[in-house]
């Protein structure tokens, strides 16, 4: 089913692709045109998800397939045109990430909150999305910032990948609690940021690396949620259950696992007045459920 599926985006930027070259500005926006009926048709109706999220969740699904096929061919073919033309280290990057990846099966959360940029002059369209993807391959957290270009009348050989961004959970976390001196990469193509000193023990929650200090105990969601329907005094809260294991934004206590899971409660708090606001439990890659909100 994956391969199917990743079938019908090669086949979608193909036919934008095959308009690039020898055509007026006429036949750009036929192109566009083209594709975007071709994504319309090709990711059918499933509720609740746009066209451009599901061409961009097979869009990562085809870029984390090929790289645990280790097809580095593959891969740069996912990439626009004009990407895989003007980016002179592409292969560079795409060899070293493939020597980096662990080898077997990926996971990751198919939930994901898209930021787009959407451009219209003439009758012409351009439409960008992006987002950060985290997923675990053998044993390792990842981070991966695609951008895709699903749709560009002004100039088809920039519909595809625009840019590629994979993150080691050091260097994301680094990211994540702004250190000084890392930044976030902006250049077009593949950028691969693995390697970054760090200290301390990094866990994941929500998909999010949290700098994590260990607290002796055993948080229980019955007694955590009973103490919030009465009191969401968040000194109080931290009086009797003790100081988050970690903090960034949010407050991060460790609960028991269940299975292999590593569970968390986060607990938002509103620091002007002091209390808090909702407390879910989540798990390393997404959000399970609410368990007490205001």
């Known amino acids: 089913m994956k391969r199917e599926r990743k079938s019908s985006l090669f086949y979608c930027l193909a036919i934008a692709s095959a308009f690039a070259f020898g055509i007026g500005s006429a036949g750009c926006g036929v192109a566009a045109h083209m594709l975007t009926e071709t994504v319309k048709n090709a990711v059918g109706?499933?509720?609740?998800?746009?066209?451009?999220?599901?061409?961009?969740?097979?869009?990562?699904?085809?870029?984390?397939?090929?790289?645990?096929?280790?097809?580095?061919?593959?891969?740069?073919?996912?990439?626009?045109?004009?990407?895989?033309?003007?980016?002179?280290?592409?292969?560079?990057?795409?060899?070293?990430?493939?020597?980096?990846?662990?080898?077997?099966?990926?996971?990751?959360?198919?939930?994901?909150?898209?930021?787009?940029?959407?451009?219209?002059?003439?009758?012409?369209?351009?439409?960008?999305?992006?987002?950060?993807?985290?997923?675990?391959?053998?044993?390792?957290?990842?981070?991966?910032?695609?951008?895709?270009?699903?749709?560009?009348?002004?100039?088809?050989?920039?519909?595809?990948?625009?840019?590629?961004?994979?993150?080691?959970?050091?260097?994301?976390?680094?990211?994540?609690?702004?250190?000084?001196?890392?930044?976030?990469?902006?250049?077009?193509?593949?950028?691969?940021?693995?390697?970054?000193?760090?200290?301390?023990?990094?866990?994941?929650?929500?998909?999010?690396?949290?700098?994590?200090?260990?607290?002796d105990r055993k948080l229980e969601e019955t007694e955590v949620k009973a103490f919030l329907e009465e009191n969401n005094r968040y000194g109080d809260f931290t009086g009797l259950f003790g100081p988050p294991n970690a903090e960034n934004i949010y407050h991060y206590y460790e609960l028991p696992r269940e299975g292999d899971s590593p569970r968390f409660l986060v607990v938002g708090v509103d620091d002007g007045a002091g209390t808090v606001y909702f407390a879910s439990v989540v798990d390393d890659l997404k959000r399970l459920y609410t368990l007490w909100h205001e």
């Open 45 to 215: 109706d499933e509720p609740y998800v746009s066209y451009e999220e599901k061409i961009y969740l097979e869009t990562v699904e085809a870029f984390l397939d090929d790289s645990k096929a280790g097809d580095g061919q593959a891969l740069r073919e996912l990439f626009s045109q004009r990407v895989q033309k003007d980016d002179v280290d592409l292969e560079e990057q795409i060899a070293c990430w493939l020597e980096e990846y662990p080898g077997g099966e990926y996971s990751w959360n198919r939930d994901v909150l898209l930021h787009g940029s959407y451009s219209t002059e003439s009758g012409k369209s351009k439409s960008v999305v992006t987002t950060v993807v985290p997923f675990t391959a053998g044993g390792e957290y990842y981070w991966c910032q695609i951008e895709l270009t699903y749709e560009n009348d002004f100039d088809p050989r920039e519909v595809g990948i625009t840019s590629a961004v994979l993150f080691s959970k050091e260097y994301y976390c680094a990211l994540r609690y702004e250190e000084e001196g890392v930044q976030w990469p902006g250049e077009r193509g593949m950028n691969v940021c693995l390697d970054y000193p760090s200290e301390g023990t990094i866990r994941v929650a929500e998909g999010d690396p949290i700098r994590y200090t260990f607290v």
